[in-house]
């Protein structure tokens, strides 16, 4: 069946330092992919998505390309912010009409100023 | 994109009780989802809601724990029965906004259920 493998963390870093979040993927055929975010206290936000091999989604300086070959979507941003402290769910989706969204095991980001 | 307004947004709950959540969304949407977050875990879905049908469940989930209503297209109930300290967990509704299935789920802001 389909799954998700993420990056475990937390995660520290120091403000403006370069960020990656490796995810990876198993699945047929070629799903959706997908970043998600969750601030303290909140429900989950939509970051980013990609629907084919090669593409790139991009949403407020973060980064992730759908690579087929090594069946990854890594997260990445030039330079972090403190309010970029969160957790962040790589998920996907699969083509068939029945599949669900279903989420990796999230990576706490802490960001220190 | 649909906006979702979840309640309560928190709640401490005896054992052996229930709770019922709500899950209000702004715009029609076919399918609702509930998953269940526990401390520190990553999402499990709990269960798809169409209107007019029985809700379906995952591995796992069963009805009489966690009865689900839907009884139009924009509003859907979870129930938590007889509570125990290990359903203490976030509870999110999430719905597909859009007909396009590469779009995503939109979420609810959660509810954060402590049972002691």
């Known amino acids: 069946g389909n799954s998700v493998t993420q990056m475990e963390g937390p995660v520290t870093l120091s403000e403006e330092a370069f960020l990656t979040i490796n995810c990876t993927y198993t699945a047929t055929g070629y799903p959706s992919l997908f970043w998600y975010v969750q601030y303290p206290g909140e429900g989950l936000q939509l970051l980013l998505k990609?629907?084919?091999?090669?593409d790139k989604g991009s949403n407020k300086g973060f980064e992730a390309t759908y690579r087929k070959e090594t069946t990854s979507f890594h997260l990445e941003k030039g330079s972090v912010q403190v309010s970029d402290s969160a957790v962040y769910f790589c998920a996907l989706r699969g083509k068939s009409s029945a599949s669900k969204i279903i989420f990796g095991s999230g990576t706490r980001l802490s960001i220190r100023p | 994109s649909a906006v979702i307004s979840q309640k309560p947004s928190r709640d401490i709950c005896q054992r052996g009780t229930s709770l019922t959540i709500q899950c209000q969304v702004d715009?029609?949407?076919?399918?609702m989802f509930w998953y269940r977050q526990q401390p520190g875990q990553s999402l499990t879905l709990i269960a798809t809601a169409n209107q007019g049908s029985e809700a379906t469940y995952e591995s796992g989930f069963v009805i009489d724990k966690f009865p689900i209503s839907r009884p139009n297209l924009t509003f859907s109930t979870l129930t938590v029965s007889n509570m125990s300290p290990e359903d203490s967990s976030i509870y999110l509704c999430?719905?597909?906004?859009?007909?396009?299935?590469?779009?995503?789920?939109?979420f609810g802001s959660g509810t954060r259920l402590t049972v002691v």
């Open positions: 999430s719905v597909e906004p859009s007909l396009d299935r590469s779009y995503g789920y939109t």
């Open positions: 990609a629907t084919k091999a090669d």
């Open positions: 715009s029609q949407v076919t399918m």
